[in-house]
């Protein structure tokens, strides 16, 4: 059969290169957003008279029943029609006749595939969002659990200073956040519909677009018809979005990897997310974290194909543009499936305090403390800064911590050490005392959880 848009070619192709055209293996997922745009469509052209009233109707009952049909399973996309807006209108004309040629009055597939990758994408926008959300909830909940476990803070992996478990939780929560704003933001510009620029120049026909894009719940249509079929910006915004938030996601898969590993063992992983060994019994992996943190380079790469697929394509369509579906297709599949496994393994986590507790106890993470505590007595910091220095040393020489080392020793180094110096530097003390706006004490992880939770909430 020759093809539908056979004109002044006989349409009749090669079977291969039939195959290599061909998008419909991948774009067969946008039909509902195809079908609800044509029905639009075939409204505005009624409205606009032209279109008859009958013909409107028609259309519109042809295009419902292939809808209802492919949605119970009655209907089956044909793989061999060239993409799904070919297969639709094939379809219709199928059931209703001649009527269904005057649907692609008034449009092309430009605006057409444009029109309906930004409606595929907003769902997915509302989507990821709300898992993004669940997987906060579960880090502000684990957070409010543990606002007073201690455990190291680090800093090039080395022990640094003091922090609550809960406060190093509430960070990536704070970061998921601004993923749940980016994906907002990138759905307010997507949300404009391109329908109406038709192949590149707009149309002779007196349409009407803002009825056509009302109709759909778009917030606007694109003011330039070439910029409306052309750019995808609004896909590789996406990618950017969803790219950061694995970032966000790989770097708390790393530490949850680490946090598991028998060298930490500040956490233990239910065993519905671990998985063992075929030839060591004793272990349990994190492959759930590890995944995750794969997979952010499957989601970087889709960011990567799509700019390099559109930097140098002159306006308007070209069939490069094709590509864009897959690489953000399967970036929101593997943002969906990774958001999904890994807010139950946050939450099902036994977090070992203990564990925890005893590596802060060593590694002198007080030892700013300490400084600070001869700063309150008159010693300029950088003075203070070398004694805690040599004190430390001092420890380390002798097999001592901070917290044991008797006070005659410390008066060596200093005359400005008292007993009261002990209080100081006791780990709790050292956390509580962060009471600066976004510190560690527990009031402000407190805070955190609370300005978390009213967003999640109203935001
Ligand atoms: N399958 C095409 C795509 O995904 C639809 C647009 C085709 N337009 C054209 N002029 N060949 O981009």
Redesign the pocket.
């Known amino acids: 059969m020759p093809k539908m848009w056979a004109g002044v070619t006989a349409g009749r192709t090669d079977p291969l290169a039939d195959d290599f055209n061909s998008?419909i293996r991948f774009?067969s997922r946008m039909y509902r957003q195809d079908i609800k745009g044509s029905i639009a469509h075939a409204a505005m052209l009624t409205k606009q008279g032209i279109l008859t009233q009958g013909e409107g109707d028609a259309l519109k009952e042809g295009l419902t029943g292939i809808l209802k049909d492919l949605e119970s399973g009655a209907l089956e996309i044909d793989l061999s029609c060239?993409?799904i807006?070919m297969f639709v209108e094939q379809e219709l004309t199928r059931r209703i006749g001649d009527t269904g040629k005057k649907l692609h009055t008034a449009r092309s597939?430009?605006d057409q595939?444009a029109q309906d990758l930004r409606m595929y994408l907003r769902e997915e926008c509302d989507e990821i969002a709300a898992l993004i959300k669940a997987l906060i909830k579960a880090l502000a909940d684990q957070a409010e659990a543990h606002k007073a476990s201690i455990m190291p803070g680090y800093t090039h992996l080395q022990r640094a200073q003091p922090v609550s478990f809960g406060h190093h939780l509430m960070a990536y929560a704070m970061m998921l956040l601004r993923d749940l704003d980016r994906l907002s933001d990138c759905k307010k510009r997507m949300n404009i519909s391109p329908i109406g620029s038709c192949a590149l120049a707009g149309t002779t026909y007196d349409t009407d677009r803002r009825m056509e894009a009302e109709l759909l719940g778009f917030d606007g249509i694109s003011l330039n018809s070439m910029d409306g079929v052309s750019d995808r910006d609004f896909a590789v915004e996406l990618l950017g979005v969803l790219s950061i938030l694995m970032m966000h996601l790989s770097r708390l898969s790393e530490e949850i990897i680490l946090w598991a590993s028998w060298e930490f063992k500040f956490i233990d992983l239910s065993d519905a997310y671990t998985t063992g060994s075929s030839i060591m019994p004793q272990k349990r992996n994190a492959d759930m974290a590890e995944l995750v943190r794969g997979k952010a380079g499957r989601v970087f790469g889709g960011l990567m194909g799509l700019l390099t697929v559109l930097k140098g394509l002159p306006l308007a369509?070209n069939?490069d543009?094709?590509e864009d579906?897959e690489g953000v297709f399967d970036a929101c599949d593997t943002v969906k499936m990774c958001l999904k496994v890994f807010a139950p393994m946050l939450a099902s986590m036994q977090v070992r305090t203990d564990n925890m507790l005893r590596a802060a106890q060593t590694g002198f993470i007080n030892a700013t403390d300490l400084a600070d505590y001869l700063v309150r007595k008159g010693l300029p910091f950088r003075s203070a800064y070398k004694i805690s220095g040599q004190v430390v040393a001092r420890c380390m020489a002798e097999g001592q911590v901070l917290e044991t080392l008797p006070i005659e020793t410390y008066r060596e180094f200093s005359p400005l050490f008292d007993e009261d110096l002990y209080g100081e530097i006791d780990l709790k003390t050292c956390v509580d005392k962060r009471v600066s706006e976004g510190g560690t004490s527990e009031a402000s992880v407190e805070k955190q959880i609370a300005y978390v939770r009213a967003v999640l909430d109203h935001g």
Do not use: T
């Open positions: 998008s774009d060239e993409d807006h597939r430009n595939v369509y069939k543009m094709q579906k």
